[in-house]
């Protein structure tokens, strides 16, 4: 399985950059417009509808069309992990349903005094049996791009 990680410091108080992550509005602020993305529904661990905030168990279904070209693709993620204390908190999910073999993204946030490090890490692998993972290194291509920006984003949102 192929790795990619990226941190970046922000100059905002740690509550406020854990609860812009922590629902489906951080999401969506972190996605390009060119993507399209609709989130279609998301559960939350004891089944309730549209949780406020996105606990260990909850469900994301969610589609893409890039560029708005050709169909929509269809992902669903579930939030395997949550913890969280006064200087420190992380979630990560898996991907059930996507472009990837497979896909488990650690979301980690330390606070800093005013500041708060945030820490993202994918384990991943390209579909395509023992090609697909020979070939995983590469989506680093896409992927920093993609890191690169949810990081400049939530820092130019939250600074």
Same mark, same amino acid.
């Given at each position: 399985?192929?790795?990619?990680?990226?941190?970046?410091?922000?100059?905002?108080?740690?509550?406020?950059?854990?609860?812009?992550?922590?629902?489906?509005?951080?999401?969506?602020? /972190?996605?390009?417009?060119?993507?399209?993305?609709?989130?279609?529904?998301?559960?939350?661990?004891?089944?309730? *509808?549209?949780?406020? @905030?996105?606990?260990?168990?909850?469900?994301? @279904?969610?589609?893409?069309?890039?560029?708005?070209?050709?169909?929509?693709?269809?992902?669903?993620?579930?939030?395997?992990?949550?913890?969280?204390?006064?200087?420190?908190?992380?979630?990560?999910? *898996?991907?059930?349903?996507?472009?990837?073999?497979?896909?488990?993204?650690?979301?980690?946030?330390?606070?800093?005094?005013?500041?708060?490090?945030?820490?993202?890490?994918?384990?991943?692998? /390209?579909?395509?049996?023992?090609?697909?993972?020979?070939?995983?290194?590469?989506?680093?291509?896409? /992927?920093?791009?993609?890191?690169?920006?949810?990081?400049?984003?939530?820092?130019?949102? /939250?600074?």
């Amino acid at each position: 399985m192929a790795t990619y990680r990226r941190e970046t410091r922000i100059q905002a108080p740690f509550d406020e950059v854990w609860g812009f992550h922590s629902t489906t509005d951080g999401l969506e602020a /972190l996605t390009p417009d060119f993507m399209r993305l609709e989130v279609e529904r998301v559960t939350g661990p004891d089944g309730d *509808a549209d949780p406020d @905030e996105l606990d260990a168990g909850s469900r994301i @279904e969610l589609s893409i069309q890039p560029f708005g070209i050709g169909p929509r693709q269809r992902m669903v993620s579930v939030i395997t992990e949550r913890t969280l204390d006064d200087e420190a908190g992380m979630f990560r999910d *898996a991907m059930e349903v996507g472009p990837f073999a497979s896909w488990d993204h650690t979301h980690q946030f330390f606070a800093d005094g005013d500041e708060t490090v945030l820490v993202d890490r994918v384990e991943y692998s /390209l579909p395509g049996g023992r090609v697909g993972r020979a070939l995983s290194p590469l989506g680093r291509i896409g /992927l920093a791009p993609m890191f690169r920006g949810r990081h400049r984003t939530t820092k130019r949102l /939250l600074e």
